[in-house]
């Protein structure tokens, strides 16, 4: 599967933003997805999981309640939505996918870079004050 993320840009500090990643090739109803950030001069690191029936969620703790991961009913569509966006929030942000035979459980690794075996290219997110 190739994975396209969007929707990234420049927003104030409190401000909001949707990131999406679409699927091409075929849909996403085998994966479990993720979404991963990098700083600049950082690793890259954890952001959301969810399951390949989309019914389940995580997150890192500096981040939950501030974003939701969900995927659209077809199945094509991840996204990432995010508020009260910080300036240690600016990053490229990535979107994940691995091939997994649960539908509800979460993959091994599910918060490691090695935990995914498909990536996107990354979309922008800068936050200025």
């Known amino acids: 599967v190739q994975l396209q993320a969007s929707g990234g840009g420049l927003v104030q500090t409190g401000g909001s933003l949707r990131l999406s990643c679409a699927a091409s090739?075929?849909?996403?109803?085998?994966?479990?997805m993720g979404w991963f950030r990098q700083a600049p001069g950082k690793e890259r690191e954890f952001v959301a999981a969810?399951?390949?029936?989309?019914?389940?969620?995580r997150y890192a703790d500096s981040l939950e309640g501030r974003v939701t991961i969900s995927i659209d009913s077809a199945k094509t569509t991840v996204y990432l939505q995010m508020n009260g966006l910080e300036l240690e929030d600016t990053a490229v942000y990535y979107c994940?996918?691995?091939?997994?035979?649960?539908?509800?459980?979460?993959?091994?690794?599910?918060?490691?870079?090695?935990?995914?075996?498909?990536w996107g290219q990354g979309t922008l997110v800068t936050v200025s004050s």
């Open positions: 994940a996918a691995k091939i997994t035979p649960s539908m509800n459980m979460f993959t091994s690794g599910y918060s490691l870079v090695s935990g995914y075996s498909y």
């Open positions: 090739g075929r849909t996403l109803s085998s994966y479990a």
């Open positions: 969810l399951t390949r029936n989309g019914a389940r969620a």
